[in-house]
T-cell receptor, first 113, second 110 residues
Framework: DTAVSQTPKYLVTQMGNDKSIKCEQN?????MYWYKQDSKKFLKIMFS???????INETVPNRFSPKSPDKAHLNLHINSLELGDSAVYFC????????????FGPGTRLLVL | GENVEQHPSTLSVQEGDSAVIKCTYS??????FPWYKQELGKRPQLIID?????GEKKDQRIAVTLNKTAKHFSLHITETQPEDSAVYFC?????????FGAGTTVTVRA
């Protein structure tokens, strides 16, 4: 369970604030992802980094900015939070290769009031 | 981009019966087809996957079949148990990216 970890687990904040979510993995994987799961449970990819380089950037507002300081970490910073940002955010990792399993972190439950 | 459709959205089965979930996809270049199970409040976890060169794969009570020509794949759960109750997601892998179906909420009635 500690292979992919996220902090914080819960985040309750006011509209307009700026917040960050952190992800760390000890699997030695080269590729990391951020997903958003909305209230209808739909899992949508937001970003992907491979060896600290951005390789996937879906249609996400530019208030969301990922940062990968090293291969084991991928953080997500969100500016000017909006009500619609309320969701569960999952980090995931994958060994390099297109036919490899993705392992998910425990999720960060973000509630914007 | 890849379009993944998953059916049904909800499935209620009697304990001991079988459950089948089907997914279709659009991009014939897709080559990896995992299934994830997500229990309430938990992370999605891989339960079985199939690569494009295999038509069927089984792991105890769970099996997946793939038809690349028709671009569809299915999850079969036999002898369902209460602990099988969860949301199940199919996904399609192509070039580092997984595209997920909308999920199927499976309820196993005791």
């Amino acid at each position: 369970d500690t292979a992919v970890s996220q902090t914080p687990k819960y985040l309750v904040t006011q509209m307009g604030n700026d917040k960050s979510i952190k992800c760390e993995q000890n699997l030695g994987h080269d590729t990391m992802y951020w997903y958003k799961q909305d209230s209808k449970k739909f899992l949508k990819i937001m970003f992907s980094y491979n060896n600290k380089e951005l390789i996937i950037n879906e249609t996400v507002p530019n208030r969301f900015s990922p940062k990968s300081p090293d291969k084991a970490h991928l953080n997500l910073h969100i500016n000017s939070l909006e009500l619609g940002d309320s969701a569960v955010y999952f980090c995931a990792t994958q060994k390099t290769g297109t036919e490899e399993t993705q392992y998910f972190g425990p999720g960060t439950r973000l509630l914007v009031l | 981009g890849e379009n993944v459709e998953q059916h049904p959205s909800t499935l209620s089965v009697q304990e001991g019966d079988s459950a089948v979930i089907k997914c279709t996809y659009s991009d014939s270049a897709s080559n990896y087809f995992p299934w994830y199970k997500q229990e309430l409040g938990k992370r999605p976890q891989l339960i079985i996957d199939i690569r494009s060169n295999v038509g069927e794969k089984k792991d105890q009570r769970i099996a997946v079949t793939l038809n690349k020509t028709a671009k569809h794949f299915s999850l079969h759960i036999t002898e369902t148990q209460p602990e099988d109750s969860a949301v199940y997601f199919c996904a399609v892998g192509n070039d580092y990216k997984l595209s997920f179906g909308a999920g199927t909420t499976v309820t196993v009635r005791a």
